[in-house]
Nanobody, 122 residues
């Protein structure tokens, strides 16, 4: 069974940086798209950034120029470098993987991590 596990969240002051990581467990052949979503209190979950296996990335307008997504296809891991953090970046961040191909369990259309809290506050 494939699972996604996030790490790297926590409390940071405005203007600071954090790096989120999302590791996968289980046997995986390929993951088409990996990305990050976030959900702030009282708000809907929104896309932050995502990247295809070929390296094409897109970002939410609110994080462009501040956040950078990257992935290691060999390790099926995705990262989110967050710089110049603002209080409005406070949210639970979720790792997402789409079209996860496994050698023996078929293809998972979509998987989510359990979420990790990022708090930006002085």
């Amino acid at each position: 069974q494939v699972q996604l596990v996030e790490s790297g969240g926590g409390l940071v002051q405005p203007g600071g940086s954090l790096r989120l990581s999302c590791a996968t467990s289980g046997s995986i052949v390929m993951i088409s798209v990996m990305g990050w979503y976030r959900q702030a209190p009282g708000k809907q979950r929104e896309l932050v950034a995502q990247m295809t296996s070929g390296g094409s990335a897109n970002y939410a307008d609110s994080v462009k120029g501040r956040f950078t997504i990257s992935r290691d296809n060999a390790k099926n891991t995705v990262y989110l470098q967050m710089n110049s953090l603002k209080p409005e970046d406070t949210a639970v961040y979720y790792c997402n993987a789409r079209y996860v191909i496994t050698p023996s369990s078929g293809t998972y259309p979509e998987l989510w991590g359990q979420g990790i809290l990022v708090t930006v506050s002085s």
